[in-house]
């Protein structure tokens, strides 16, 4: 006889955090929710924003920490938590330690593989934010993201 395990997913909230609002309308509002979370991080971190059909954020993930210059990331820790919550749509967002918010050619390649995920998982990669030093870019408003999407890939 083997014993096989029975598991139980569940969702545990760490801990909250304070932020002036909580409705993302635009790249403006979801970074100053993002900059009072990570901002003055001196690694980078990768940070998702789980939001409900009403664009609330209902929770955030830190899903990587990393170096000074490199957070790994990969789908499964970004759509788990995403899952979990369920979450109608996701905000990723990075810190640049350096200051300079300049996507690098790996948040392109990074921003392209989770929205082909969350296309396929159903829940949507609204944009995905880098953060510099009081200052940020919007994949989404710079059209970064259609550039790269999954019908280029395919």
Known sequence: MY????YK???VRERSHTVEC???TSPATAYQILNEFI????REQFVILLLDTRNI????????????????VHPREVFKPAMLANAAAII??????????TPSTEDLA??????????LLGIPVLDHLVLGHEIFISMKERHLMEEHSCADNA
């Open 92 to 101: 990723l967002g990075h810190n640049h330690p350096s200051g300079d918010p």
């Open 9 to 11: 997913v569940s969702l």
């Open 22 to 24: 909580h409705i993302v």
């Open 110 to 119: 990074l921003t392209a593989r989770l929205m082909q995920s969350g296309e």
């Open 57 to 72: 954020v209902r929770g955030l993930h830190v899903a990587s920490i990393g170096t000074l210059s490199a957070a790994l």
């Open 39 to 42: 901002g003055d991080a001196d």
């Open 3 to 6: 014993r096989i395990p029975v």
